[in-house]
């Protein structure tokens, strides 16, 4: 294997925004004509880039991104989500997802600069194949195979080629599992290594050894995990009764940008407002031991946001009963079947650093 150079690990978080953009632009050319909306699959996904653009342009992203920021994108992914063409689930669209999720995992794609390092894979794997494998001892489809990763090795040094190439153009070389068991008698776990030439030459995928570190955004708002979304999307469900309505709900309540320092006053006012309603409409002896220890702990974070004594998120485990949703999502229902959607923003504000509702802000 050749040295592994600055030059070869290249740019910083500057050239994996600027890949992620260029594929989140295709994308939303395509489906463009499709509301934005959690009805659809491409609604979906037009939510899910939109939200990725903001935070690149915004250079609030870190690289890798965490798993829990990009369901949509790996269930669109694994399961072919979008249907057939006619609805856009076309190969060059699932290609650009599929190369998203790769710069946003933090593997990263091929460069130029990153052939030599897959010249030298190649080089190296037909070596231990020589050097293990004699040639009589191949299967005629081995050999093809083998002889046209040679050739992509070849044109590789001869800058004869870009990558990725098109799998159906190797009919041997283009099927891993021709050459998958090659080299088991000499190690069973060589085959590993014929998935990394692999998924280079056909998937655009960056040389393992020439990957990036972490690369932490430039201007960092995001909590390193997504908002778990479960208690409030059960809440809706019972409710609402449906879920694609409690969806509908859920993609108006989660939109918008992550909370800031400056926010803190409006949360303290909200809170403030939140705890005067509660004392008003829900009177002490009615409460459960729960429902009061929340309370205790709404009270508590006020206080110390209002004294800058702690930063949002925090964590749920420091406030178990006020973590819990369910403990004070439907505390006003007697007063207000709707007064849940305003602990709701306090309870996402304070857990997960979701920026205040406008419509909130004014609350007193």
């Not at 056909?202 to 393992?208: A, L, N, V």
């Not at 709404?298 to 420091?318: F, G, N, S, T, Y």
């Not at 006003?332 to 504000?349: P, R, V």
């Amino acid at each position: 294997m050749i040295p592994i150079t600055p030059d070869i690990i290249g740019p910083g978080i500057e050239e994996e925004y600027a890949d992620a953009l260029e594929r989140i632009d295709f994308l939303y050319n395509k489906f463009k004509p499709y509301p934005e909306s959690n009805d659809t699959p491409q609604g979906r996904l037009l939510l899910s880039i939109g939200w990725f653009k903001r935070e690149i342009t915004g250079q609030h992203l870190s690289i890798p991104v965490d798993e829990s920021h990009m369901h949509t994108l790996t269930y669109i992914c694994l399961n072919g989500d979008l249907g057939g063409p006619e609805q856009g689930g076309t190969d060059d669209v699932y290609d650009a997802i599929g190369e998203l999720r790769m710069v946003l995992d933090g593997d990263g794609l091929i460069k130029k600069r990153h052939y030599p390092v897959l010249i030298a894979q190649i080089h190296e794997y037909l070596q231990l194949v020589n050097q293990y494998v004699p040639e009589q001892n191949r299967s005629d489809t081995e050999k093809r195979a083998l002889a046209e990763m040679k050739a992509v090795m070849e044109k590789l040094n001869k800058q004869e080629m870009s990558l990725p190439q098109k799998k159906a153009d190797y009919p041997y070389f283009g099927k891993p599992a021709n050459l998958s068991h090659i080299l088991d008698k000499h190690d069973k776990n060589d085959w590993l290594f014929l998935q990394d030439i692999y998924s280079e030459v056909f998937e655009s995928y960056r040389p393992t050894e020439a990957k990036k570190p972490p690369l932490p955004a430039p201007h960092p708002r995001l909590t390193q995990r997504a908002a778990n979304l479960s208690p409030v999307r059960d809440w809706l469900v019972a409710k609402t009764g449906t879920v694609p309505q409690a969806m509908a709900e859920l993609n108006q309540i989660m939109r918008g940008r992550m909370l800031e320092k400056s926010d803190y006053p409006t949360v303290v006012n909200q809170i403030n407002h939140y705890l005067k309603r509660v004392d008003r409409y829900v009177p002490a002896q009615g409460r459960s031991p729960a429902t009061r220890s929340a309370l205790t702990q709404m009270r508590e974070i006020m206080a110390r946001l209002h004294h800058h004594e702690i930063d949002l998120p925090v964590e749920l485990d420091q406030y178990p009963e006020l973590g819990e949703f369910t403990t004070l999502a439907g505390i006003l229902d007697k007063h207000d079947a709707d007064d849940w959607l305003y602990f709701n923003e306090i309870y996402y504000e304070i857990f997960y650093a979701r920026c205040p509702n406008p419509v909130w802000k004014g609350a007193q």
